[in-house]
């Protein structure tokens, strides 16, 4: 794993509304706070996606700095869950082998925008989550 130099920062897809829906999932449940959130569209949200090796025009994962190192697909989303209260016990999901995790994740990221949905622009987050935005 890589090393970025900010911690507990989601990337994540700003036009998917899935992953935009993800973003204010986690920050509805993040009391303390602890994660910020940059759409892979800004500028900040790029120069991560490029440095971990994700293409910034057609991302096939979020991803997550924790800890200092990076976590991508089925990792990233079960390690921001099990930060969240009343959530550890996800922690468990991780004995599933890895393959499978990321399968069935890269399942949903392949057709979340036919499923889901797809913003015309970036999500505009309320004033509450914009405070916790990277661009």
């Known amino acids: 794993m890589s090393k970025w130099p900010d911690d507990d920062v989601i990337l994540f897809d700003g036009v998917c509304i899935f992953c935009s829906r993800w973003v204010r999932f986690v920050a509805k449940r993040d ?4 994660f910020r959130f940059t759409p892979i569209q800004s500028d900040y949200g790029t120069r ?9 025009e057609d991302p096939d994962t979020n991803a997550v700095v924790h800890g200092g190192a990076i976590f991508m697909k089925s990792d990233a989303a079960l390690t921001v869950l099990s930060q969240l209260p009343g959530w550890s016990w996800v922690r468990a999901l991780f ?3 890895k393959p ?7 399942l949903v990221a392949r ?9 015309d622009s970036c999500f505009v987050p ?5 405070a916790r935005v990277i661009e």
Do not use: E, H, Q
């Open 31 to 34: 009391t303390a706070n602890l």
């Open 48 to 56: 991560l996606a490029r440095t971990f090796g994700i293409d910034p």
């Open 95 to 97: 004995a599933a082998p």
């Open 100 to 106: 499978l995790r990321d399968f069935v994740y890269s």
């Open 111 to 119: 057709n979340r925008y036919r499923i889901f949905g797809k913003y």
């Open 126 to 130: 309320d004033a509450d989550l914009r």
